[in-house]
Every structure is written in structure tokens, then in C-alpha cells.
């Protein structure tokens, strides 16, 4: 028998009976407009999740802290990040850049009065942290000193705009009491003022309470507020932290490893991401498995309404068989049949699960228009093509028995039937 | 050397299994038809003649004996094989027209061809032109059910033929006709056995078995004389 007369012959199988058929082939559409609208639905809060974390930093990092791993919380137990460690991190494999950071205690930009209560992180030029946020000015550069980068909301308490702050000497108290919010905090040791002069501005997306100085700056200021010299500073505090860079977000674990090893806690982004990945994986199979319970639903009502097919064409069968119709034909016949339906339900499913997703996100939007801007459900190509494939699998699985009944069928038996 | 007999018949045996009684539909009947003969099958209702003929069909496998048509020796073709004798080797023709009635008459007749693989243009047109051959022309794209029984088994016959078979079968082809029609009908078998093809025929009727070339009975799944 020839593919179109096959294709023919059935089409017009599935388009004789009408009604069974749309019901069948609504069926399938429900099942599968569900498996997408739901997997969407997880892909759409994985996306969101992803793309929240992606904006908090690069994959490539490793920040380590000066605590042993393990450590969270209260029980974390202190150790010391020290020139000798970073030369450690140095040597490990697949590391790309090792930028140390130091914190200078809490303290105020004096010209932006109590609101203007800031952390000056010491950093070296070139660090993860100030890369690609500015809204004017410049980066940290090597040989900076005295200069700082700060956020936005400070700027613009020192200047009209953001960008008029650029430029400005401002004093930088560090030490003392600073107000953060409504809160009083002591602060450590007796505070100094240091002038600095902006030269960049940074997004405050990122940070509106901390600002970018040079490293040398930062240990300076931290060792006055205590009394030492900055060499002691670094030998017996050590550095606040350090940001390891890979040479690719598939070597981050090895980096974290051999962090750890070297008796360091680490945290990346890149592990976060791959526990998202998990739980959301084991999210999507729930929601999946919910669309799967309607699609299997769907497939009863094939196989069912294939079963009643075969019934109603016994003659029929006999008939074709009696005139050299093959086994595989009549076979071929049903399983065809089946697949309109899965074809058809699944375009249908498809169109109805993204629409519907459509749909519900206007509502959610007409509802409250401040809600997240970023889509809610998400159908990506392969998703729309496994839900085409999964509705023909299922349709075909579920039309497999009966037109297997229709095929071992007596010919004989079949032109008897009434 | 002679052709091969049309259908070649040993000590064919086929018994149906009710329950713990077996009925001998076919007990041992042995017989040849040459090409081009026209034979009459006759016997009681219940002799065995149409499992004789669905055996000769492929539509039925005998529990005994041996059958060839054409040559071939139907007892060793599989499921595959059997269609396709069905397909190319024999025409049949039953007492209930077994048409469909959702084609029209020409797709009918055109239908054994489909599952030869034969392309839907050529196949038309060769209905058609067996159509007109048989005086159906006029019938041609209307629905069964507009028709009456002696266009019927006409259209019947036409699909029957349309692949060329070796051997006419036809089960009591009269059996739903009136006389008139009936007789129409007998004389177009002689009409096709004229122009060459053979023939066998079931039937219960003298007047109709007159017809043919030769008579064989049968009684009890045996052929008597
Ligand atoms: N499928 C079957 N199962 C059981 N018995 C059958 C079957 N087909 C035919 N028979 C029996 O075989 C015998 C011959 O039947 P059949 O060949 O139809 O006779 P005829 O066509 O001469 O009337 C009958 O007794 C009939 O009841
Ligand atoms: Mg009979």
C-alpha cells in the first residue's frame, strides 16, 4: 500500500466518525496543553530564578571566606586569609585571577550626613565586584589611591545627579557610630576622616551601602582604626575575603574543592545554580507527571475509542482482507488513525497550553501590573517539539493493542460479523 | 508439459473444533480445474462448498490435504503471502456483495489495487475501463446504496477482476438476486469464460451449475460421483 493511500484512507477513518474523533483529539489536546502550560510554567520560575542569580554575579567565581569549611552561621570557625594563602589560590588549577578584598570598618561619607552611612571595601583594580555596573566616572585603576566608587544613592546625596558626584573630593569618616537606617551602631575604634575623590558611580542595584577603594587604602584605614600597621593587618586579621576566578564555570567545582582543601570555606554561584537545577528538575517531573496523569487519561480515551473503531469496521477489515489487504496494512490502517489523533491533539495541546499560558499572564499582569516583568511561562522549542513527539508516542502507544487486534483479526470471522 | 492447473485439490481436509465435537466441513475432497475451465460447485447447504472456495481463496487454511492454485502450494505462505495471493492470484465474489458502502462504486472496485500498491490515477482508470467492460459505467461514481443487487454483484464482480486474477471464485453469487438479475448475472460469467477466464462457481441452483462447463457435487465435505 502507498504512503498517501494510507495517509487517505485513514484521514478519512478519523474525519467519518466526527464527533468520537474531536472528543478524542480534545482529549489529547487537554493532556497536552496541560504537560506544557505546566512545564512552561516551571521553566518560566527556572528562567526567573536563573536570571536573578546571573545578575548577582559571574558563574566563573569562587568567593572564599575566611572561615574552615563547613562553616555557616554562629559555628563557623575563624580562619586567617593571608598573602601566603592568596599565593595558594594562586597555583591552583584552571584559576584564572585571584583578587584579595579588605573591608575598612563601617563609616560615613560626611557630605551625604547620617544617610550616607558606608562600607569601604578595599579591592584591587580589576576585581569581580567592580566590573561593568557604572552608571558614570571610571573603574578602579592600578596606582589608585585616595579615590573611591560609589554607589548611586550616595551620589546623589553629594551631587544633584549621579554623575555631577564625579570628581567631588568628598571626606570619608571611617570609625565612630554610624546610623543605618534606624538603627545606632556603635562603630569600632576612634574615627578618622580621609579625603577621597569620586571617580566612578556604580549602579546601586548592586550595593547602596557599600563603596569600592583601593585595597592599600582600605588596610591602611583598617590598621589606623586599630592600631597597627597594615603589614600586621594582613598577617593576623588577613584579608576579608577573596574572589577566585576561573578560566570556565565548568572548572568551579575543582576551584571549590581544592579551596577547601587548603582548609577554606568557599561559596559560587555556580553550585547554587546546580542545586536550583536540581530541585527545579525534580519540580518540573512533579508538574510533568500532573500533565502526565491527564495525558494518560487521553490515551484510555484513544485506546478506547480505537477499540470501538475496530468494532464498528469488522466488516469492513474483512472486506479489505478478503481483497489482499496485508496484516501490516490493516495494522497501519488503525495506527494511523491513532496518529491523527496525536497529531492533531498535539498541535491543538500545544496552541491551547501556550495561548492559555498567554492568557492567565495578562491576568496576572491586568492584576497587579507591578508583578515581575519577566514572562511567566516559558515555551522553548524544545519543549514545543517533546509535547508534539509526546502526544504522537502517546496516541500510537494507546492505538498499538487495538490495531493489533484488527490485524490478527480471521478475515472470515470479520466478514461474518453483524 | 501442461500449464499448471488453475486449482489442484488432494484429500483436503478442514474441521472445525465446537466444544469437544469436531465437524468435517471439508472431509477429503480432491479436485483440479484446469485454466480457462468454468466449474460448477453443487451440494446441499452445509456440504462444504464455501470453505472449499475460501480455501482456494487464502481466506482459510485446510486442517489436511494439500491445495495449490496457480502452482502454488497455499499451505506453506504465511499471513504475508496469503494476502497477496488474495491480492493477485484470485477474485472473489460473495453471496452479500461485501462492497463498502462509504467509497463510491469505482473506489470499490478499485480498492484490491490500493493494497497492490498500485497508484490512485492507474487504478481509477482501470476500474473504470472494467466497469464499462461489465456495463457500468452509468454506476461508476455513485454510492452503494444507490444501487440495485444486480448492479451490485456487477461492481462486485468488476473489483474481482480488476487485478487480473488467475481464477474467478463466486460464493452463491445469485443467492440475494431475483431470477432476472441472477440470470443477467450467469450470463456474464459465461460471457467472461468465453472471453478466457476461469471460473469456479458455488451453487445450490441446477439451472445456474447447467451453465457452466462442468459440474462437480458435494455432499457431507466429500465430492460425490
Ligand atoms: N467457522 C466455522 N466453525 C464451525 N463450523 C463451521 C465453520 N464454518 C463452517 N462450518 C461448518 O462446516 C460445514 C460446511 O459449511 P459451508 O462450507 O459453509 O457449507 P456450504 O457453503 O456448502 O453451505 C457446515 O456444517 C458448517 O456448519
Ligand atoms: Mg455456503
Known sequence: ?418 | MSAPLAVEAHDLERVYASGTATVAALAGVTLAVRSGEFVAVMGPSGSGKSTLLNVIAGLERPTGGTIRVGGEDLTKLDEQALARHRSKRVGMVFQAFNLLPRYRVVENVALPLAFAGTGRALRLAKARALLERLGMSARAEHRTNELSGGELQRAAIARALVSDPAILLADEPTGNLDSANGAALIALFKELHAQGQTVLLVTHDATIAAHAERTVRMRDGRMVD
Open chain 1, 1 to 418: 500500500m502507498r504512503p498517501s493511500d494510507l495517509v487517505a484512507m485513514s484521514l478519512g477513518n478519523y474525519t467519518r466518525a466526527r464527533l468520537r474523533s474531536a472528543l478524542t483529539t480534545a482529549g489529547v489536546a487537554i493532556g497536552t496543553a496541560l504537560v506544557v502550560l505546566l512545564i512552561a510554567l516551571a521553566t518560566g520560575a527556572e528562567d526567573n530564578v536563573r536570571r536573578s542569580i546571573f545578575s548577582i554575579g559571574d558563574l566563573r567565581l569562587v568567593s572564599v571566606q575566611p572561615f574552615q569549611p563547613g562553616a555557616s552561621g554562629l559555628s563557623a570557625v575563624p580562619r586567617t586569609i593571608t598573602d601566603d594563602t592568596v599565593s595558594q589560590f594562586k597555583r591552583i588549577a584552571h584559576v584564572e585571577g585571584v583578587f584579595r578584598q579588605f573591608d575598612a570598618p563601617l563609616g560615613t561619607v560626611v557630605e551625604g550626613g547620617e544617610d550616607a552611612t558606608i562600607r569601604p571595601q578595599g579591592i584591587e583594580p580589576g576585581a569581580p565586584v567592580d566590573r561593568g555596573d557604572l552608571i558614570a566616572g571610571r573603574h578602579l585603576a592600578a596606582g589608585d589611591r585616595a579615590v573611591a566608587i560609589v554607589p548611586g544613592n550616595i551620589a546623589r546625596l553629594i551631587a544633584p545627579s549621579a554623575g555631577g558626584a564625579v570628581g567631588k573630593r568628598v571626606t570619608m569618616r571611617i570609625g565612630g557610630a554610624v546610623k543605618l537606617g534606624s538603627t545606632r551602631i556603635g562603630g569600632s575604634g576612634t574615627p578618622r576622616d580621609y579625603a577621597v575623590t569620586v571617580v566612578g558611580v556604580f549602579d546601586e542595584q548592586a550595593s547602596q551601602t557599600s563603596m569600592r577603594i583601593p585595597l592599600e587604602d582600605a588596610l591602611a584605614a583598617g590598621a589606623e582604626n586599630r592600631g597597627l600597621t597594615p603589614d600586621a593587618l594582613r598577617q593576623g586579621t588577613g584579608y576579608s575575603g577573596v574572589a577566585i576566578e576561573a578560566d570556565d564555570s565548568q572548572n568551579v567545582a575543582d576551584i571549590v574543592k581544592a579551596v577547601q582543601e587548603l582548609g577554606f570555606s568557599s561559596f559560587s554561584l555556580k553550585q547554587v545554580v546546580e542545586q536550583i537545577d536540581q530541585g527545579f528538575g525534580v519540580f518540573r517531573g512533579i508538574l510533568a507527571g500532573i500533565g502526565g496523569v491527564a495525558l494518560l487519561v487521553a490515551a484510555i480515551g484513544i485506546a478506547n475509542t480505537m477499540v470501538m473503531s475496530v468494532l464498528e469496521r469488522t466488516r469492513e477489515i474483512g472486506i479489505m482482507k478478503a481483497v489482499g489487504a496485508a496484516p501490516g496494512d490493516i495494522r497501519t490502517l488503525f495506527l494511523a488513525e491513532a496518529a491523527y489523533v496525536g497529531v492533531f491533539g498535539g498541535v491543538l495541546g500545544l496552541a491551547l497550553g501556550v495561548g492559555g499560558g498567554q492568557l492567565i499572564e495578562r491576568i496576572i499582569r491586568n492584576l497587579n501590573p507591578r508583578a515581575n516583568p519577566a514572562p511567566i511561562f516559558v515555551v522553548g522549542p524544545d519543549l514545543a517539539l517533546g509535547a508534539l513527539a509526546l502526544a504522537l508516542v502517546v496516541a500510537l502507544v494507546a492505538g498499538f493493542l487495538p490495531a493489533r487486534r484488527a490485524m490478527r483479526m480471521s478475515a472470515l470471522t470479520a466478514l461474518r460479523y453483524e
